[in-house]
């Protein structure tokens, strides 16, 4: 069965600190890994998907096969970075996006 | 449009009372999605839209939901005598028909269950 797993329900850090979002996946084919995020009182919105390996907002993610992870990073967090993060996985176009249960990230200064 | 028109922003209802929510998704986007959010827990799967046509219901609870996606109309999600685990956020989101699967995520549709 597809599973998206994200460990960490809340993660706190200073502003600066860099941050990793874990998330883990399992499905036997070759899935689209994608994270979303929510900020305060907006939409969920696309931040990034492994195909276009691109850096958004100074975040990136590296689909790993070997360890079936998709782990969010950013080398320096900013305040305004603060929002609840989704990993989510895609057997195919059209289908159904599998969440994670979100972790909620805060940056304090 | 280009965004994911949800309404109404929140709902109301009595337990055993009837619910229904709408949903305009991208001009453009085949597909449309229905997800179900307990909580602030994660996003449960309930059906998706090709067109009008049911692609895949497989999150569709057996009783009491149904959802309608008919043409030049808002697509629809309702609950027939709904129960206090009905209480949730509703989001639903369209995507094109081909290439990455892109989601657009509407601003969700509250209900609750007294």
């Known amino acids: 069965a597809q599973r998206v797993t994200q460990p960490e329900k809340l993660l706190s850090v200073f502003k600066g600190a860099p941050v990793e979002l874990k998330c883990n996946y399992s499905?036997?084919?070759?899935?689209?890994l994608f994270w979303y995020v929510q900020y305060s009182r907006q939409r969920l919105q696309l931040l990034l998907r492994?195909?276009s390996r691109e850096s958004i907002k100074g975040f990136t993610a590296d689909l790993n096969k070997g360890e079936t992870s998709f782990h969010l990073k950013k080398p320096f967090a900013q305040e305004e970075d603060s929002a609840m993060y989704y990993c989510?996985?895609?057997?195919?176009?059209?289908?159904?996006?599998?969440f994670g249960k979100g972790t909620t990230l805060s940056v304090s200064s | 449009g280009e965004e994911v028109a949800q309404t109404p922003k929140h709902l109301v209802r009595g337990e055993g009372q009837k619910a229904k929510l709408y949903c305009a998704p991208i001009?453009?986007?085949?597909?449309v999605f229905w997800y179900q959010q307990v909580l602030k827990n994660e996003f449960k799967f309930l059906i998706s839209?090709?067109?009008?046509?049911?692609?895949?219901e497989t999150g569709m609870p057996k009783e009491r939901f149904s959802a309608k996606c008919l043409p030049n109309s808002p697509c629809s999600l309702e609950i027939q005598a709904t129960k206090l685990e009905d209480s949730a956020v509703y989001f639903c989101?369209?995507?094109?028909?081909?290439?990455?699967?892109?989601?657009?995520f509407g601003a969700g549709s509250r209900l609750t269950v007294l």
């Open positions: 989101a369209s995507s094109l028909s081909s290439g990455a699967n892109v989601l657009t």
């Open positions: 499905y036997s084919g070759s899935p689209e």
């Open positions: 492994h195909i």
């Open positions: 989510a996985l895609s057997a195919q176009a059209g289908t159904a996006l599998i």
């Open positions: 001009k453009g986007h085949s597909y």
């Open positions: 839209f090709q067109n009008e046509n049911v692609f895949d």
